[in-house]
């Protein structure tokens, strides 16, 4: 199963769930495909209609930047930990 | 009876509400905290009135969310309420305004957005589909970008003929529909763009806030990025109304629901200086429909005031007399109950304020 780790403000999206259990695996977006399913209205708020990752949206998959590893594309393990996080940003 | 005053500002939606006539307010928020409230509206078409707002989170994108209890407790789709189609290759940056269309058509709403397009709900605002005739309009390629975003940020739905509908850009300009929105027609004659090598152009104008007459449904109003005009042919052809005010530069433009040629604005010193003209917390009215300008600010601060009112940031009631409303960017919130003639504070130290929108609810 992939974990998903979700951030304090996205969490009222998944019934207070800090984190999300995944049976997709494979790739970044098969992983957040799943969740759309589960949880729309918490898919749309990390991806915009395109698919793709909002701007001041980061999401590390084992530690890494998945903006340095593939974006979406990330290789995701059957074990993986996808953690979603706000990026620094804001007045 | 009581009156509304829904103040969206940068970081979330603040509710007034008086039931004294508008003497005094007591206030709830910030709901949707920090996100910006671009757009509210009040539906009271409605048996129940509903609530809509448009908010947009720097972090998780935009959205809109309604309330069908004053404000106890929102409701937002699983589905994004508007997001383009998959074939447009564009995704919603945010909603600029939401415009309940006229009493014939109890369910149906209007959204303007950034990217420049219009869409339509005709579930109450619950959902919304593209216009795809607007959408695909020649002019579109050539729209540009103000600098708050290139945004449609004006729909006037007509009050007596659901055909007619016009929409206002920046930059773009004004454009006008006459069968439902299956075409369209820019509606810029007379109105000059004097940052573009034509002054004259049939469309590219910045057109800041356009607002429809109460007596007269073919005349409008609209204050532009320097220049305030009028038309009385439906947005065909406008004429300068600009004499007598201290500035042509501004954002806002009202018009009284009820009362026909009365119409406020919230004049600056030019697009090189946003200050308040001569530094002064001044609303203008005119009750003439653009003839002469009076200046009104009792009860307003006195002394040097620097904030701007921005495009959405004033409004007026229906209530007898007529109410006035506008936010600052300072976040300081003023209300008058006489059309005009005196203000009193309903808020201060608000985020920057970027819409209001009063009702009787």
């Known amino acids: 199963m992939v974990t998903v780790l979700l951030p304090g403000p996205l969490r009222g999206e998944a019934g207070g769930a800090s984190r999300l259990s995944i049976t997709a695996a494979g790739t970044l977006r098969a992983v957040l495909d799943e969740v759309a399913t589960e949880h729309p209205r918490l898919a749309r708020r990390i991806r915009d209609e395109r698919g793709e990752l909002r701007r001041y949206v980061n999401i590390f998959v084992d530690g890494e930047d998945c903006r340095h590893s593939g974006g979406l594309a990330t290789p995701v393990a059957d074990d993986a930990e996808v953690q979603v996080l706000p990026s620094v940003a804001g007045g | ?361």
């Open chain 2, 1 to 361: 009876m009581a009156t509304l005053l829904a103040i969206g500002t940068a970081k979330g939606l603040f509710l007034a509400t008086s039931g004294d006539d508008r003497r005094t307010w007591e206030i709830t928020g910030p709901h949707f905290p920090m996100t910006g409230v671009y757009a509210v509206a009040v539906d009271t078409r409605r048996s129940t009135p509903r609530l809509l707002a448009g908010m947009t989170s720097s972090h998780f994108g935009p959205s809109v969310a309604t309330s069908d209890d004053l404000g106890a407790s929102w409701d937002e789709p699983d589905q994004a309420p508007v997001a383009f189609p998959a074939d447009t290759g564009v995704s919603l940056g945010r909603v600029w305004q939401l415009m309940p269309a006229g009493p014939d058509q109890p369910d149906v709403v209007w959204a303007g957005t950034e990217p420049s397009a219009l869409f339509k709900s005709t579930d109450g605002g619950r959902s919304f589909e593209l216009v795809r005739s607007l959408w695909d309009h020649p002019h579109r390629p050539q729209w540009e970008a103000g600098f708050g975003g290139q945004a449609i940020h004006t729909v006037l739905p007509h009050p007596r003929d659901p055909a007619r509908l016009l929409v206002a850009m920046s930059t773009g300009g004004v454009y006008r529909s006459e069968d439902a929105g299956a075409s369209w027609a820019p509606g810029n004659t007379g109105i000059r763009a004097y940052f573009m090598p034509n002054e004259w152009p049939e469309f590219g104008q910045c057109v800041h806030k356009v607002a429809r007459d109460a007596g007269n449904p073919e005349r409008l109003y609209a204050q532009n990025h320097h220049g305030v005009y009028r038309s009385d042919d439906d947005g065909r052809t406008w004429s300068s109304i600009a004499d007598g005010l201290p500035s042509d530069f501004g954002f806002p433009m009202v018009a009284h629901p009820r009362r026909g040629g009365m119409v406020w604005t919230f004049p600056l010193v030019a697009d090189s200086e946003r200050f308040p003209a001569d530094h002064r917390c001044r609303v203008f009215r005119s009750a003439d429909a653009g003839g002469k300008w009076e200046p009104l600010s009792v009860g307003l601060p006195e002394g040097p005031f620097y904030p701007a009112v921005l495009r959405d940031a004033m409004c007026a009631d229906e209530a007898t007399p007529g109410g006035v409303y506008f936010g600052t960017r300072s976040g300081s919130v003023y209300a008058s109950r006489d059309e005009g003639d005196s203000w009193s504070l309903v808020a201060a130290h608000l985020p920057d304020v970027l819409c209001v929108r009063a009702a009787e609810v």
